[in-house]
């Protein structure tokens, strides 16, 4: 007897892959906050390190979420998406790392959310 699988409405598969930028960034954060724990670079190092598993972690389940959005969405339109997780990074990286934003980097996020936008009104029409 097979089994009836859940389909994703085109609206679902693009809110998965947001969620999949959501979760890269939380694993940016969890791999950056990761690499200034580490002093030396060695296995057990490596092995024992909290943030960086649950980063890596983190990536998994964004790339798990990624497939089931896939399965039923527009790859050309998807794809895409995941580039607005440069954005959140960005913006997290000024807030909580305090890292500096310069008007490239704005330019950058712009032309981003421009790109990502102009994909989805084409597709909408």
Not at 26 to 34: D, M, N, P
Not at 37 to 44: D, E, F, L, R
Not at 53 to 81: F, K, M, N
Request: net charge positive; charged share 10%.
């Amino acid at each position: 007897m097979q089994k009836e699988s859940y389909r994703f409405s085109h609206r679902q598969s693009v809110g998965l892959v947001f969620l999949c930028t959501l979760f890269g960034v939380a694993a940016q954060y969890f791999i950056k906050t990761s690499a200034s724990q580490i002093t030396v670079i060695t296995p057990a190092a490596l092995l024992t390190n909290i943030p960086l598993w649950t980063g890596l972690s983190l990536y998994g389940v964004s790339t798990g979420l990624l497939i089931l959005a896939l399965r039923d969405g527009e790859l050309s339109l998807l794809y895409p998406v995941i580039s607005l997780t440069y954005v959140w990074v960005t913006l997290l990286s000024a807030v909580v790392f305090k890292e500096s934003v310069n008007a490239f980097k704005l330019a950058g996020i712009a032309v981003i959310c421009s790109g990502v936008a102009l994909l989805g009104k084409g597709r909408s029409e």
